[in-house]
C-alpha cells in the first residue's frame, strides 16, 4: 500500500498492511517562517518516514481582525465584521500548506490545523474577557463566533481547493468542566462549531476531528461525540478514555492517537525499549482496523526524532502478524 492509500483505508476501518502513524509538534508558534516552515514540515515527515502530515497553524493562532482591539463592552461585538479570503491571515496559510502539499508530491495525505471558532476569538482576545463577555451578551459573542467561522470557511475552501489538502485537522476546545455546562456549551458554541466542520465535510471526505486537552482538565468530551468527521483524536491520558473505549465512544470511527505528548510520557522520556512495548500494546488494545497511532495532541518540540523512528519500526515488525 502507498501511504495514501494506508490512510483512507484505515479512515474506513478496512484492512490496511501496516497501521499508519503520524506525529508533530510546533515549529514556530508565535510566527510564520516562511519557507523555512514549509522546510520543517517536510524534514520532521522524511525524517521519521510518517503516514501523513499536519501542517502546524503556527502564527496564526489568534484571529487578527483590528476591530477586536475597539471591543470595549460585550455589545462592541456585534459590530465585527470578517476580514475576507484575500486577507494575509488566510492567503499566507494557503500558501504554506500549498508548498507542504507540493513537497510531498502526492506520497501522503496532508491536512491543516484549523481552530474552532472561539478559540480563535480567545486567542486574539483572553480568556478572561471572553468568558466575561459571553455571560453579559452571549448573543453579542456568538455574532462575533459566527463572524469568525466565515473567514475560517474560508480559509478551509482555500486549503482544500486551492493548496490541495486532503482534508483539516479540526482543533476544537474551551470544554472543560470548569467552564461550562454540557447544555450552555451544546447551546453556545456547538452550533458554529458543526457549521465549519459540516462545511468542511461538503470539501472533503477525510477530516480529523481534535478534542483538544491543552488545558489539562478533563472536558466535557460527550459534548463533541456526535461531532461528523472521518477520525477522532483526543487525549487519551486527559480524559481517561482509551483508544478501544474511545472508538466505541465514537461510533466505530477510526482513532489517532494513544501517546501521551507530555515530557513525562513514555514517548518523550522513556526508553527505546519502554516505547516499542507502549507502541506494541497500544497496538494489542485498539486492534489493527480503524486506528492511527500518534499522540494526545502536540509534542514537544525538542523530542529526539529516533523515538518516533522506534514507533515506525515496531509497527514495521507487528505488521508481519496481520
Given amino acids: 500500500m502507498t501511504k495514501k492509500e494506508r490512510l483512507i483505508h484505515a479512515f474506513h476501518n478496512e484492512p490496511v498492511d501496516k497501521i499508519p502513524m503520524g506525529f508533530w509538534y510546533h515549529f514556530s508558534p508565535d510566527e510564520d517562517l516562511g519557507q ?25 493562532f489568534g484571529y487578527p481582525n483590528p476591530y477586536i482591539q475597539k471591543v470595549a463592552c460585550a455589545k462592541d461585538w456585534y459590530g465585527l465584521t470578517p476580514l475576507g479570503e484575500n486577507n494575509p491571515f488566510i492567503t499566507k496559510q494557503v500558501e504554506r500548506a500549498k508548498g507542504v502539499v507540493e513537497g510531498v508530491h502526492g506520497e501522503c495525505c496532508v491536512f491543516y490545523n484549523v481552530f474552532c471558532p472561539m478559540s480563535q476569538m480567545r486567542f486574539g482576545t483572553n480568556e478572561e474577557l471572553l468568558m466575561r463577555h459571553l455571560r453579559e451578551d452571549p448573543d453579542a459573542v456568538c455574532h462575533a463566533f459566527e463572524v469568525i467561522a466565515q473567514d475560517t470557511m474560508a480559509l478551509i475552501r482555500r486549503l482544500i481547493m486551492e493548496a490541495g489538502c486532503d482534508g ?33 465535510n461538503t470539501l472533503s471526505d477525510n477530516n480529523i476531528l481534535h478534542c483538544c486537552g491543552w488545558a489539562g482538565d478533563e472536558n466535557r468530551i460527550e459534548v463533541w461525540q456526535d461531532y461528523p468527521a472521518r477520525a477522532v483524536n483526543w487525549a487519551v491520558y486527559v480524559e481517561q478514555m ?63 526524532h529516533e523515538r518516533l523512528r522506534v514507533v515506525r519500526r515496531t509497527l514495521d515488525k507487528l505488521a508481519k502478524n496481520f
Fill in 36 to 60: 523555512k516552515t514549509i522546510d520543517q514540515h517536510l524534514t520532521l515527515y522524511r525524517d521519521v518516514d510518517m503516514d501523513m502530515i499536519k501542517v502546524m497553524c503556527d502564527g496564526y
Fill in 168 to 200: 483539516i485537522y479540526y482543533c476544537v476546545q474551551n470544554a472543560e468542566k470548569f467552564r461550562f455546562t454540557a447544555e450552555e456549551y451544546r447551546r453556545l458554541v456547538t452550533p458554529v462549531e458543526l457549521k465549519v466542520l459540516e462545511y468542511a
Fill in 242 to 304: 482509551s483508544l478501544s473505549e474511545g472508538k466505541k465512544f465514537f461510533g466505530d470511527r477510526c482513532v489517532l492517537g494513544g501517546f501521551d505528548n507530555r515530557r513525562e510520557g513514555i514517548l518523550y522520556s522513556g526508553s527505546h525499549e519502554q516505547i516499542e512495548a507502549e507502541t506494541t500494546r497500544l497496538v494489542r488494545e485498539a486492534g489493527s482496523r480503524g486506528v492511527i497511532l500518534g499522540t494526545d495532541c502536540t509534542l514537544p518540540s525538542d523530542i529526539d
